[in-house]
């Protein structure tokens, strides 16, 4: 009689450590990708505000050409505070993002409308430098979101939503930049 009370206390108490360690395993999981996440959208972050700092060398470069030159200087600065300040929470992000975005086609369709400006050596670099920005930019937003995609995954399915909703944990937003501008911006002189 003892050896069976024996053997169940043992089966029962080796089924609680599997529990408990599949829940610390769980917990682990949820608190890596949220980590990785938020340190993707510290990355994002400095490489917007990378951009901006482009945007506004450009900027200077084709400014004699451009009469909206302090408007679009004001908005890059309150843009570049925005990058900085932004929590870190995905949805700031993507306000700045597309801001930015429609800030840069307005600075490439002047650039464009002036072929002796587009032939200038720093503007031709600058244009390179911030393209490789953007693709830099994609593929952080591309990691941040396959992380989120996982991090939500667990949150939707048995037996990590359980463990998930105890703890309190909500879905973390993707980042929707769009990939390019829908349509041409409008530029006056």
Do not use: H, W
Request: aromatic content about 8%; hydrophobic content about 45%.
């Amino acid at each position: 009689m003892d050896f069976i009370a024996i053997i169940t206390a043992i089966v029962i108490l080796v089924i609680i450590v599997g529990i408990i360690l599949f829940f610390i395993g769980v917990y682990n999981r949820f608190f890596s990708l949220k980590n990785a996440a938020e340190s993707t959208l510290g990355q994002i972050k400095v490489a917007m505000k990378k951009r901006l700092d482009m945007i506004e060398q450009l900027l200077g470069a084709v400014k004699s050409y451009a009469k909206f030159e302090r408007e679009t200087l004001e908005k890059i600065t309150g843009l570049r505070a925005s990058v900085l300040s932004a929590g870190s929470g995905a949805s700031e992000i993507n306000r700045v993002e597309r801001e930015s975005r429609a800030l840069l086609g307005n600075l490439f369709a002047v650039a464009e409308a002036y072929p002796d400006l587009k032939t200038s050596e720093t503007v031709k670099n600058l244009m390179d430098s911030i393209q490789g920005v953007e693709g830099e930019i994609a593929r952080q937003r591309y990691t941040y979101n396959n992380i989120c995609q996982q991090f939500n995954t667990m949150l939707d399915t048995i037996p990590s939503n359980i463990i998930g909703r105890l703890i309190g944990l909500v879905k973390l937003l993707y980042l929707e930049f769009e990939e390019q501008i829908q349509r041409a911006p409008k530029i006056e002189f």
